[in-house]
């Protein structure tokens, strides 16, 4: 079930009722895991079983690993474990991909290779729960923390519904302290929560949804060339639309959490007010970006070795960061771009001695302008299918394409145009501020006011319920 929908909707306001209920706090505990997979079974049942052979894996590979008195038997059961989960998210997701490109390349040999249809359907939220799980089993391995002794903590901590299919992406030394003693939300912390929830829907259903995605669609189906303006505001339109469909959903999903009692990690913080790209990733995806330094950039080596082993570090993990998003080579491309313009802002930085914030360099808006501007140059091959398709809409942003025909009537070019000023502009006020501070200085009935505007437009907006962005990866 999707959070935008009548589904979510009842099924939140049971789990809620029954979370309030005076039960026992591992009764609770209980109807939380229960919950959790029949909001994950809502998609695919069978799926489920990924969940808990994840679980049994993961949960026997940590307890394996720290009662080991070896380095090896602590490795192999490390290796296991990464092995399985990789294993499962290798031939779900990446299965065909690899199939692909075999076959291409054994016809680069002129060898003909016809492979059988691929007919496997991809286990939503697979990337988020196993690099969850794999950051236990690894944080347990490295000496961060040590196994659980509750297999039922373990286990919702794993599939936790709000944030099980789309992030944020939660390290055990985050959530896993939160089931130890009982948690019931304040009335604050679920008027907070409800608050979030509503702001997330809005972002979703209202501005992602009805407000860009058709401005999108139509650039980048295009057959023919696109024009300068129609494959700007095209784009444009997509970073609004990924950007308010993905925090969109973090915001719900932390906004849940809340109502029930917990924590999660922010994921996003005004991304498109960075002043430079390492600011970018510490605004966007954050829970990704701190995984993808912490277990893969870090044990790479980092910025401990040469300058030239810095750049190979910071490149394989945007690339292997892109790979992450999709099991296309449009997305190594999306990684590889960002990979090389952190590079190039470390290269910069070396050589002209500034080692802080780069807001000191020049110009504030001017440098958060480029940066915005080469963002997006990034997100059309996040966005297109094929690389003819990203070469159409690049052509038009650099105006190549003379011959294009308008594919934008005046009202989307319009719409779209209004729509993203008002998301940078909103980011760019709100860049050093919390929403927090914002609402606590607003007068309530101006609060009151905003969030029933928002409901009543999500009210209308509501369509077909369609899935969020990042369930596809």
């Known amino acids: 079930m999707v959070f935008n929908s009548l589904t979510f909707l009842v099924f939140f306001a049971i789990v809620l009722a029954l979370h309030r209920l005076p039960l026992p706090w591992t009764a609770k505990k209980a109807n939380l895991l229960i919950a959790s997979y029949i909001f994950y079974a809502a998609w695919n049942p069978p799926f489920v079983l990924l969940l808990w052979i994840s679980t049994a894996i993961d949960w026997t590979a940590a307890r394996k690993v720290h009662e080991s008195t070896t380095l090896a038997r602590r490795r192999a059961w490390l290796v296991l474990s990464l092995a399985a989960n990789l294993g499962f998210l290798g031939f779900f997701k990446y299965g065909e991909f690899l199939l692909a490109n075999w076959q291409a390349l054994l016809a680069s040999f002129g060898v003909t290779y016809v492979p059988p249809a691929w007919n496997i359907i991809l286990p939503v939220g697979i990337s988020f729960y196993t690099f969850q799980t794999m950051a236990y089993t690894l944080d347990v391995y490295l000496g961060r923390s040590k196994p659980l002794k509750s297999l039922l903590d373990f286990s919702l901590f794993v599939t936790f519904f709000p944030q099980l299919v789309a992030g944020p992406i939660v390290r055990p030394t985050q959530l896993v302290p939160q089931f130890a003693a009982p948690r019931q939300a304040t ?236 998301i940078v502009t909103v980011q760019w006020l709100m860049r050093n501020r919390e929403l927090e501070e914002v609402v606590s200085r607003t007068p309530w009935w101006v609060t009151g006011i905003v969030l029933a505007a928002m409901l009543f437009a999500v009210i209308i907006a509501q369509g077909s319920g369609e899935a969020f962005i990042y369930f596809q990866f």
């Not at 690339?319 to 290269?347: K, Q």
């Not at 080692?355 to 020049?362: A, E, F, K, L």
Request: glycine share 12%; with cysteine; net charge positive.
């Open 187 to 422: 009335r604050d912390m679920v008027l907070w929560g409800l608050l979030l929830m509503v702001l997330g829907l809005f972002m979703k259903v209202v501005v992602a949804d009805a407000g860009l995605s058709n401005v999108a669609d139509r650039v980048f189906s295009a057959q023919g060339p696109v024009g300068f303006a129609d494959a700007w505001l095209g784009t444009l339109a997509f970073s609004g639309q990924i950007f308010c469909d993905f925090a969109g959903y973090s915001t719900i999903a932390i906004g849940a959490a809340l109502c029930l009692g917990f924590a999660l990690p922010e994921n996003f913080r005004m991304p498109y007010a960075a002043i430079g790209f390492s600011d970018f990733w510490r605004r966007w995806h954050i829970s990704l970006s701190t995984w993808l330094r912490d277990y893969l950039y870090i044990p790479l080596g980092g910025n401990r070795g040469t300058e030239a082993r810095t750049y190979v570090n910071l490149m394989l993990t945007m690339l292997l960061g892109g790979l992450w998003h999709g099991a296309s080579w449009t997305f190594v491309i999306w990684g590889g771009l960002h990979g090389l313009y952190l590079a190039g802002e470390r290269w910069i930085r070396s050589r002209t001695g500034v080692t802080g914030d780069p807001v000191r360099i020049g110009n504030r808006l001017a440098l958060a302008l480029l940066t915005y501007f080469l963002v997006n140059i990034t997100w059309v091959f996040f966005r297109a299918e094929t690389f003819a398709g990203a070469f159409r809409v690049l052509g038009g942003m650099f105006g190549l394409a003379g011959d294009a025909v308008a594919v934008l009537p005046t009202i989307f070019i319009i719409k779209a145009a209004v729509i993203v000023a008002g």
